[in-house]
């Protein structure tokens, strides 16, 4: 403890020292707008969360509220991620590198945000579209690595289908992003809100209801097989129903060429929750740019498994 007590000390120290840069920092650089939005942010994160009980409750146990509240802390850093790659190169640049970087994380979470951001502010409208479109690359990528990492046959088994759809996203997302590019950068104003957290909880609601109807939906009408347990996963996040997929291929209770339907569903489904939030988060203008070129991808994905 005098460990402790003396690193504490020092930290103190270092900070109180420091008092005037990081006032001129807080003044000069953030706005309060910014200030605000960090603190929430803070208080949701070492606050909220370790409160909430980590365990399902509801009907049928369908709503655990500590994942729903890391979905509302992962929708407002994700637009946090925006905000900063925004002033750091602009808008042009910012929003589509960051909707690829955090299609990684949740492309759904990713969807909503830029959403809520071209919602909130419609000169980003474009920008923010992008980035929506280029986080469904992410989660072509992030697909093909799971398999290749939980069952390399099943990969096989879905190569085309899943080389189809990410050749699709690829060519409207980066398409789409050089449009952006080439528009002028604008003068507005880049320090504004960083995030709004009424939409991200918005978005937990949302999300909520999906996993509520489609909990009672396994329960009164049965889980019958893994097409089903895999569609209903999917409306979530696809990597879940893409693992258990693969598992009970390893397990020998499916066939690798068995697997293809199933993960393709799972997918389906997915795509089908962003264009909602499309929807709901950003409106009629940012669903039309997005929406396209999500039913491109499941399109091409679709044709893959129908050549196959």
């Known amino acids: 403890m005098p460990g402790l007590a003396a690193g504490i000390a020092v930290a103190i120290a270092i900070l109180l020292n420091a008092r005037t840069a990081l006032h001129r920092f807080a003044r000069s650089v953030l706005s309060e707008d910014e200030i605000r939005d960090a603190l929430i942010f803070a208080a949701a994160t070492l606050i909220v969360l370790p409160i909430l009980p980590n365990q399902p409750l509801g009907p049928f146990g369908a709503v655990n509220p500590h994942a729903v509240w890391i979905i509302v802390i992962l929708v407002m850093a994700i637009g946090a991620l925006g905000h900063i790659m925004v002033r750091l190169v602009g808008a042009r640049f910012g929003l589509p590198i960051s909707g690829f970087a955090s299609g990684f994380i949740s492309s759904i979470a990713t969807t909503g945000a830029m959403g809520a951001r071209a919602a909130a502010e419609p000169d980003l409208l474009q920008p923010a579209a992008a980035g929506a479109i280029l986080s469904t690359v992410a989660t072509i990528?992030?697909?093909?690595?799971?398999?290749?990492?939980?069952?390399?046959?099943?990969?096989?088994?879905?190569?085309?289908?899943?080389?189809?759809?990410?050749a699709a996203a690829d060519f409207y997302g980066i398409a789409f992003a050089f449009l952006v590019w080439r528009q002028n950068s604008g003068g507005m104003d880049e320090r504004g809100r960083a995030f709004?957290?009424?939409?991200?909880i918005g978005f937990a609601a949302v999300l909520t209801v999906i996993l509520l109807v489609s909990r009672a939906a396994e329960e009164w009408f049965g889980a019958s097989g893994v097409i089903v347990a895999a569609t209903l996963a999917g409306l979530v996040n696809v990597d879940p129903a893409v693992i258990s997929v693969a598992t009970l291929a390893s397990a020998g209770k499916m066939t690798p060429t068995e697997t293809a339907l199933p993960i393709l569903l799972a997918l389906s489904a997915n795509t089908i929750t962003k264009a909602i939030l499309c929807i709901y988060a950003g409106g009629y203008r940012f669903a039309l740019r997005v929406v396209p070129g999500l039913a491109l991808v499941l399109l091409a994905a679709w044709t893959g498994w129908w050549l196959t």
């Open 141 to 166: 990528i992030q697909m093909v690595v799971v398999l290749a990492a939980t069952n390399t046959e099943v990969l096989r088994a879905v190569v085309v289908p899943l080389a189809f759809s990410g």
């Open 196 to 200: 709004n957290a009424w939409t991200a």
